[in-house]
């Protein structure tokens, strides 16, 4: 067995190497609660940004929507308040669409895919007679309590989530409750049928609403913007 030559000196390393591995486990302990700290921290905000982008969400669609009835009063003045009922879609065809390239009523407008809900149809669609972008025209549906009760064309943006829906409300009524129609989202989009803004009756009852988000039956939750009133 070979001897310690100094015995003292062994004692001093034994020491060196006790600390050194003390104060390496100390750091291994304060880097996975540094971690971990920061993965809480990480976590907690998420709803907070979920919060921030419906607020951002809810605005675009405010101003696409702006922007559309817009493109509508042009073509009214062209072609006067009756052609947009009678002859106005969402095509590019000349003296007929919104969207015709040569007089530029108005641009498709598209939206942020972290606006709609889960598993909806986020495709942006050529202009056509009914959709344009992310948006829809309906011209058979009519508001409740408004001018007149007659169909008020209006553009509509289906498949939101839940939460831009109501900040919407927020932004326009100071609610974020949401109407419930007794129609699926389909009535709204196909602009066949009545989508049943005027028979809701419960509330909050949209009555004198030229715009909001609404729950469909089959919950769904769809944005609206009359773009002339009737």
Request: glycine share 8%; proline share 6%; hydrophobic share 40%.
């Amino acid at each position: 067995m070979k001897s310690i030559s100094n015995p003292a000196a062994f004692l001093r390393k034994q020491k060196q190497a006790g600390f050194i591995q003390a104060a390496l486990l100390f750091g291994i302990a304060l880097m996975t609660a540094v971690l971990g700290g920061f993965a809480l921290a990480n976590r907690s905000p998420t709803s907070q940004t979920d919060v921030e982008q419906a607020k951002v969400n809810a605005s675009v669609i405010l101003k696409q929507a702006s922007d559309l009835r817009d493109g509508v009063a042009r073509y009214s003045s062209d072609f006067g308040s009756s052609a947009v009922q009678s002859t106005l879609d969402f095509s590019n065809t000349a003296n007929q669409g919104l969207f015709d390239p040569t007089a530029r009523y108005a641009s498709p407008q598209i939206m942020p895919t972290t606006a709609f809900a889960n598993g909806e149809d986020t495709t942006i669609k050529s202009p056509s007679a009914l959709s344009a972008g992310h948006w829809y025209i309906n011209k058979v549906t009519p508001g409740k309590g408004l001018a007149t009760s007659s169909e008020d064309p209006m553009v509509i943006l289906p498949g939101l989530r839940a939460d831009v829906c109501g900040r919407v409300n927020t932004l326009l009524y100071g609610t974020s409750s949401i109407p419930v129609a007794g129609t699926a989202l389909s009535v709204w989009t196909t602009g066949i049928t009545d989508a049943g803004i005027s028979a809701i009756s419960t509330a909050p009852d949209p009555a004198g609403w030229p715009e909001g988000c609404i729950a469909t039956s089959d919950t769904k939750y769809v944005y609206f913007k009359v773009i002339q009133e009737n």
